[in-house]
Nanobody
Framework: QAQLVESGGGSVQTGGSLRLSCAAS????????MSWFRQAPGKEREFVAA????????YYADSVKGRFIISRDNAKNTASLQMNSLKPDDTAVYYC?????????????????WGQGTQVTVSS
């Protein structure tokens, strides 16, 4: 199966920025949606952002809208999440996810491929 590898996580102070990257193990893979989810301790895994292959359509969770930007390189099947104005509430493990399905972009059940996650910690 495809392997997704996240990178770019780390620790920053409130107001700082991080850029997460997600890369597939095979260049030939082409997913309709490439997305980011996150999960904090004791919380359910929640949707963060998604970007479509076809026209670059994006979705964002209300909690990150205006602060995070998702992008992708269709040729390489990679995705990035630029996170700005980070808050302590953004602290979580961030997961890259992909799917060939064209619907259900915000639902974790739609995704068949997941990365191992990368830790993002924001201190106050």
């Amino acid at each position: 199966q495809a392997q997704l590898v996240e990178s770019g996580g780390g620790s920053v102070q409130t107001g700082g920025s991080l850029r997460l990257s997600c890369a597939a193990s095979e260049r030939t893979f082409s997913y309709y949606w490439m997305s980011w989810f996150r999960q904090a301790p004791g919380k359910e895994r929640e949707f963060v952002a998604a970007v479509a292959r076809t026209d670059g359509t994006t979705y964002y969770a209300d909690s990150v809208k205006g602060r995070f930007i998702i992008s992708r390189d269709n040729a390489k099947n990679t995705a990035s999440l630029q996170m700005n104005s980070l808050k302590p509430d953004d602290t979580a493990v961030y997961y890259c996810a992909t799917t060939y399905a064209s619907s259900g972009a915000k639902e974790k059940a739609s995704y068949g491929y997941w990365g191992q996650g990368t830790q993002v910690t924001v201190s106050s």
